[in-house]
């Protein structure tokens, strides 16, 4: 399998999406009813800011829509930047000079994810990454 190369010429193959909890904001003590009370991850700020002046941000995050405003504000205390909270529900790419604060998945040149794995066509490989990700042996015993 070949992985589809980025078209720069699509705006959905434009942005950086960036994940929220635990890769800008370091939540040490847990959920805490969902209170926005971390610090920056160190380098957090001044990455946003540099991959803010090559290209569109959105930042990512699983919250319910409730806690989207908490998301920006924190946002931008900061890092003194403009931010946007998604309304469109038909958003499928951004390109904007604020940081849009969503919790959809858009497209994008890249995601910056506490959580994710880079599959690059290879399921054998990213199964046993998952299986290793999740707590379990990397290659699951056979029955
Ligand atoms: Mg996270």
């Known amino acids: 399998m070949t ?8 705006p959905a193959s434009h942005a950086v999406g960036i994940d929220f909890d635990q890769t800008l904001v370091a939540h040490d003590d847990g959920w805490q009813d969902g209170r926005i009370y971390g610090k920056p991850v160190p380098g957090a700020i001044e990455s946003l800011h540099a991959l803010k002046r090559l290209r569109s941000v959105f930042i990512m ?6 806690f ?3 998301v920006a504000g924190w946002l931008r205390e900061h890092s003194g930047l403009e931010t946007l909270v998604d309304e469109d ?3 499928a ?3 904007g000079d604020c ?3 969503t919790n959809k998945k858009l497209g994008a040149a890249v995601y910056i994810d506490d959580r994710a ?3 690059t066509g290879d399921w054998t490989a990213t199964l046993a990454q998952a299986h290793h ?3 379990l042996p990397a290659t699951p015993a056979r029955t």
């Open 3 to 10: 992985v589809v190369p980025l078209d720069p010429a699509s």
């Open 61 to 66: 995050t699983a919250r319910p829509r409730r």
């Open 68 to 70: 989207h405003a908490a």
């Open 89 to 91: 529900p038909e958003r």
């Open 93 to 95: 790419y951004w390109q």
């Open 99 to 101: 940081l849009l604060v």
């Open 117 to 119: 794995l880079r599959f």
């Open 133 to 135: 990700a999740i707590g």
